[in-house]
């Protein structure tokens, strides 16, 4: 995937700040923070959004809810945090490579669920 993004900052070709990389999980500070922790985490695969999650590639998506528990640790999110992944046009979704946005170190507030 020459063009993605994502893909890009996983080959190191695109700068990034990364937090936690494993052999299935790539996961680096978004450029536009919401919050005072907002990490980006996505697997090494590319995976354009959840609507293409397939039983072939479900263990790559897996690997990066497995991921963000460590990561929200070590950020220092003891009291919480918020999970998101924008799928589409009407969720806004600008970057067509799953990923889960990681955010916490403040009370969050505005839930839509
Ligand atoms: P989406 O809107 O697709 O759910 O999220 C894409 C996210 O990628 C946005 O929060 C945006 O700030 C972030 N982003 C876009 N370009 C870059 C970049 O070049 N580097 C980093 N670290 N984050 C980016
Ligand atoms: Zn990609």
């Known amino acids: 995937m020459n063009d993605c993004l994502f893909c890009k900052i996983i080959a190191g070709e695109i700068p990034s700040s990364k937090v936690y990389e494993d052999d299935q999980v790539f996961a680096f500070r978004d450029i536009n923070p919401q919050a005072p922790v907002h990490v980006l985490v996505v697997p090494k695969e590319h995976i354009s959004s959840l ?40 969720a806004g979704q600008t970057v067509m490579h799953l990923h889960f946005h990681l955010i916490g170190g403040r009370k969050l507030g505005e839930k839509i669920v």
């Open 51 to 90: 609507n293409e999650v397939t039983a072939e590639n479900a263990g790559a998506a897996a690997a990066c809810l497995r991921a963000i528990p460590a990561i929200a640790a070590a950020e220092g999110l003891a009291d919480g945090y918020r999970v998101i992944t924008n799928c589409g046009a009407d």
